[in-house]
């Protein structure tokens, strides 16, 4: 549970089982609540958990893609189980809510 545990972290691997190779810039505008420095940090985490791999996506190295590695990959059932529990908790409390 360590290699997941952050706020971000779930969220982040969410994206990266449901895109290719995704660069950074991609990653935060598709999380905007997250900072660029919370993100960066996330993604050093997962890196140093061997859970992603980052690689330079261009010619001249600036631009960063990361990806799952195999290991990473495994996860995908447990991230997309909790989207599907997150989705009708979600569900549920707009129920409760709207009551």
């Known amino acids: ?3 997941i545990a952050g706020k971000w972290k779930s969220v982040i691997l969410y994206h990266l089982i449901h895109q290719d190779a995704t660069r950074f810039s991609t990653l935060n ?3 905007p609540s997250v900072s660029p420095r919370m993100l960066a940090l996330q993604l050093a985490q997962l890196e140093a958990d061997d859970v992603i791999t980052k690689s330079a996506a261009s010619i001249d190295g600036r ?3 990361y990806a799952l590695t195999p290991f990473g990959a495994t996860l995908a059932p447990v991230i997309d189980a909790m989207a599907v529990w997150g989705t ?3 569900a549920r409390l707009q129920k409760t809510t709207v009551s």
Do not use: S
Request: aromatic fraction near 8%; avoid cysteine.
């Open 88 to 90: 009708a908790y979600n």
């Open 29 to 31: 505008k598709a999380i």
């Open 63 to 65: 631009a960063t893609e």
């Open 1 to 3: 549970m360590q290699i």
